[in-house]
């Protein structure tokens, strides 16, 4: 298990950031039918200091060329503000904690404003397809609370309605889940967790993710497939999110939106020893 003090530590270093190479599904004949860009974040971009962003942009502004207008969600609890790494061509995104944290760590990058996306929400039923290097460096804790490094999130005070979630017990191991609207509590606020699929990533070695999905809470339009180092491991088919009243925002009863954020990065429970997620060429496109 990892430890150490709370000052920021750099990434691993052993294994350079993937090339920036558009997947075929990007290319511009593809959208340009349309007139819609899609979503892309090699890591070359620069970090503002966010002041004019507020709480959203706590961690910063993140702007990059063909990325749109995008924000770091949060900087929250025991977490380092997220960075940039890496050489010219090969930088990359880097999110970690400091150990010094209580209640809930937050360093997560969330697109706002691009082609698709009214302020970073997605509605309901509306196919995607999304592409990701991911990186888990070696030195990372083995984590025994709840450790998400990327998620589907619709509203406040639900969980993620899915994502990639690390398995308690573990440091390397990300599990795919959904969360199924059928078989909620009455409230709605604890949907019953499908875990879709799992995967060991290598300590400290990059793997392509890539991920086609429609988040609906209708039975017959809900997916999520998912493709690891161009083989697939996990599909599922069902209602993903909440409809159920009383589920929206806190404190009013309100019911939760028909839309969703993507975030990437680290949201986890506060616990001892220190974790990291890396992030790269990050794309986002239309099924």
Not at 23 to 32: E, F, I, N, Q
């Amino acid at each position: 298990m990892a430890s150490g003090s709370a000052a920021a530590i750099a990434p691993e270093r052993e294994t350079p950031a993937p090339q920036a190479i558009l997947p075929a599904w990007m290319l511009p004949d593809r959208y340009g039918r349309r007139g819609i860009r899609p979503y892309a974040v090699t890591g070359e971009g620069v970090i503002t200091d966010g002041r004019d962003a507020g709480a959203i942009g706590s961690g910063g502004n993140y702007l990059e060329h063909g990325a749109g207008a995008a924000l770091f969600l949060l900087k929250e609890g025991g977490t380092n503000l997220p960075r940039t790494a890496g050489p010219k061509g090969r930088r990359f995104l880097a999110f970690s904690t400091t150990a010094s944290g209580t209640g809930i760590d937050r360093s997560e990058y969330a697109p706002t404003h691009y082609g698709y996306a009214s302020s970073g929400h997605h509605a309901f039923n509306r196919g995607y397809r999304l592409s990701f290097d991911l990186r888990i460096p070696a030195r990372s804790a083995v984590t025994n609370g709840f450790f998400y490094a990327m998620q589907w999130w619709q509203t406040s005070p639900l969980p993620p309605v899915a994502g990639l979630r690390m398995k308690r017990g573990t440091s390397h191991t990300l599990e795919l889940i959904a969360r199924t609207p059928s078989r909620s509590t009455p409230t709605g606020l604890k949907e019953a967790v499908d875990v879709i699929t799992q995967f060991t990533l290598k300590p400290g070695r990059w793997h392509q993710f890539d991920l086609a999905f429609k988040i609906s809470p209708k039975k017959a339009s809900g997916f999520i497939d998912l493709a690891v180092d161009g083989v697939t491991i996990g599909e599922f088919d069902g209602a993903i999110g909440s409809t159920k009243p009383g589920a929206g925002s806190l404190p009013a009863p309100a019911p939760p939106p028909d839309s969703y954020r993507l975030k990437f990065g680290i949201y986890k429970e506060s616990e001892p020893g220190l974790f990291f997620v890396d992030y790269d060429n990050i794309r986002l496109g239309l099924l």
